[in-house]
């Protein structure tokens, strides 16, 4: 149980252009879902956290017109990255919280996304 | 603020030497910590868990008990495989505090050589 999903898997695109990244929760309804980036050899950094329904909060130094995150329904956040530049390039990972008081967090496999 | 410190990698061991990696956190109140396991090209894996003190999280052969006194949770195995090589982080979450964002440590990579 706790699967997460993402697509794509990896994507390249050119400078200019808008990506959209979904994240989904298969076999559990996600209130909250969080959006990371991570770099080569670095921990995780996080972006945004998504609640469904409502709009996502973002981190310090995050551009939230960038970073589009859309959450409608509670088991599915998406993250659209607007007018991509090759600085964009990254590895972002989405969690999904499981409902309880431990906050367990279960993670997706990544979307590798590369601008040329 | 909160924050989880672990000892840089990376570190090498043979196949069936002892594992310790240290991780220590900064808390001001009671966290949950996490371990996570990433293997090449992938997500994060939730390895273990302790929700309080002296509670002890295990899963495949890993262990970590969570020491209040020291603020600590250190990952250990008795005897690592090729097939643990991987990058560990640890994380705390405080729930009722900042969304119940994790906070992770800057992750340890493992390589075991047969």
Redesign the interface.
Known sequence: GAV?S?HPSWVICKSGTSVKIECRSLDFQAT?M?WYRQFP????M?MA?SNEGSKA?YEQGVEKDKFLINHASLTLSTLTVTSAHPEDSSFY?C?A?LSG??????????T?LTVT | GDSVTQMEGPVTLSEEAFLTINCTYTATGYP?L?W?VQYP??????LL?A?KADDKGSNKGFEATYRKETTSFHLEKGSVQVSDSAVY?CAL?M?YNQ????I????T?LSVKP
């Open positions: 997460v993402q909250t969080f050899k670095q921990s995780l996080l956290t909060t990972i969690s919280r008081p431990v906050n367990e967090q279960y993670f997706g496999p990544g590798r | 949950s996490f996570y090209g992938e997500g994060l894996q939730l868990k929700t982080f979450s729930i969304g119940g964002k994790l992770f440590g800057q992750g990579e």
